[in-house]
């Protein structure tokens, strides 16, 4: 079964800095995507970035990046900048490319962003 | 384009009690995914439907049952309610694409108490 572990329960920032917030997962699946899900607490799960397994290159979206590493399982979420409105509860998930879109996502990482 | 909506945002029961969670997907999007959330978890995967079909399942009882309608809405029927029901339902709804993952996009939640 595929796991996904978020090792950071809380993390803070200062307003403008750059934080990163880490997951590993455990998979022996070769085709797989990983996503970041941001959950603030209006509770609405909001999409932030995918990556493809089969893809090297990084995923990018505006301030966020992704520093996947797939021989080590590890997926690293970076915050750019950070902003007042990216507090939130952060989860890594797993989808696998066989599994028809089920989601296994860790346990969920709160981010704090100091003014 | 209209989102993810889920209907009612907040509802009590009692032990014993059968309750139907009720989403409505993204224009679109003929998959839709339940997820049950517990109070400071990550959510859990309880089953998907495409086209009016159940299309995988979580490790949930049979008291949770679902369907899909013509209009790709969807309920979630949770009967013999327990206490440990009480938590956040998820829907989430995507599009498959043939060769790949659509991502999942989440509703804002009903929030299901069982006293």
């Known amino acids: 079964a595929q796991t996904v572990t978020q090792s950071q329960p809380e993390m803070s920032v200062q307003e403008a800095e750059t934080v990163t917030l880490s997951c590993t997962y455990d998979t022996s699946e070769s085709d797989y995507y990983l996503f970041w899900y941001k959950q603030p607490p209006s509770r609405q799960m909001i999409l932030v970035i995918r990556?493809?397994?089969?893809?090297?290159q990084n995923a990018t979206e505006n301030r966020f990046s992704v520093n996947f590493q797939k021989a080590a399982k590890s997926f690293s979420l970076k915050i750019s900048d950070s902003q007042l409105g990216d507090a939130a509860m952060y989860f890594c998930a797993y989808a696998g490319g066989t599994s028809y879109g089920k989601l296994t996502f860790g346990q969920g990482t709160i981010l704090t962003v100091h003014p | 384009e209209t989102g993810v909506t889920q209907s009612p945002t907040h509802l009590i029961k009692t032990r014993g009690q059968q309750v139907t969670l009720r989403c409505s997907s993204q224009?679109?999007?003929?998959?839709v995914s339940w997820y049950q959330q517990a109070l400071g978890q990550g959510p859990q995967f309880i089953f998907q439907?495409?086209?009016?079909?159940?299309?995988g399942r979580g490790n949930f009882p049979p008291r949770f049952s679902g369907l899909q309608f013509p209009n790709y809405s969807s309920e979630l029927n949770v009967n013999a309610l327990e206490l440990d029901d009480s938590a956040l339902y998820l829907c989430?709804?995507?599009?498959?694409?043939?060769?790949?993952?659509?991502?999942?996009?989440f509703g804002p939640g009903t929030r299901l108490l069982v006293l």
């Open positions: 989430a709804s995507s599009y498959p694409l043939a060769g790949g993952l659509r991502s999942q996009y």
């Open positions: 439907y495409y086209r009016e079909e159940e299309n």
């Open positions: 224009s679109g999007h003929n998959t």
């Open positions: 990556q493809e397994a089969y893809k090297q």
